[in-house]
């Protein structure tokens, strides 16, 4: 991790409207598996920068600096600073920065700039669940014909359901979750995941397997209606 930080430091150098970049996400938690983990970027913006301006010249940087560690993708989530005081309500409501908050703040490596965690109202998870519930079941309308996404959809589906039974994010610790919870379906596509999606699922598989899981953390949770 460090051989990379140098790398984008070095290449990068002072990016006028950048508040600050954070590298976050299994290559800081030590889950990363090479040709099947994204390496994880947030980008901070100052108020009122054309978002283009800053991300066009980040992208190139961390594209050709994270090329040895093969990862599947660069994932670049940005945001502008002032809408941190609120990221639930405010700008877009990253899992990062909302119902998985606590693994952000315990890992995550400021590249360049500022550190954000001061700057972020600390969420109950209780409070959020039922808006990322509804907010799955809207991805699963809208990935209904794309595969690879439906297949990333239920396998979010399926790490959820071990984060809120006690499980941490890192890769292991969510399959042994699932494996205890007996869900020999969330197992499956997690473990699929872990291959690297190599193993092609049925999409209506897929799909039946995130509605039925949202509506039963629905019923454990207690939120739905009498």
């Not at 590298?23 to 030590?30: A, E, F, K, Q, T």
């Not at 809120?164 to 007996?182: A, C, I, Q």
């Not at 190599?198 to 019923?219: G, H, I, P, W, Y």
């Amino acid at each position: 991790m460090i051989a990379l930080v140098d790398c984008i430091r070095k290449n990068l150098g002072r990016v006028p409207g950048l508040y600050s970049l954070i590298l976050y996400g299994s290559l800081v938690r030590g889950d990363y598996i090479p040709g099947t983990s994204d390496v994880d970027f947030f980008a901070v913006l100052e108020d009122g920068i054309e978002p283009e301006e800053v991300l066009s010249k980040l992208q190139p940087v961390l594209e050709e600096c994270t090329r040895s560690i093969q990862s599947v993708e660069v994932d670049m989530a940005w945001e502008w600073l002032s809408n941190l005081r609120d990221p639930l309500n405010l700008g877009y409501p990253y899992k990062f920065l909302t119902v998985y908050q606590a693994d952000f703040r315990e890992n995550h490596f400021v590249v360049l700039g500022e550190d954000v965690v001061r700057l972020l109202p600390q969420y109950r998870v209780e409070e959020i669940l039922p808006r990322r519930l509804d907010d799955i079941l809207k991805n699963l309308e809208r990935f209904s014909e794309n595969p690879k996404m439906l297949h990333i959809l239920a396998g979010e589906t399926a790490r959820l359901m071990a984060f809120l039974h006690g499980s941490s994010l890192r890769k292991w610790d969510v399959l042994r979750k699932l494996e205890e919870l007996g869900d020999g379906e969330a197992v499956e596509i997690y473990r699929s995941y872990l291959d690297g999606r190599k193993t092609e699922l049925d999409k209506e598989f897929l799909a039946e397997f995130v509605l039925s899981r949202v509506e039963k953390l629905r019923k454990e949770q207690g939120l739905l209606s009498p």
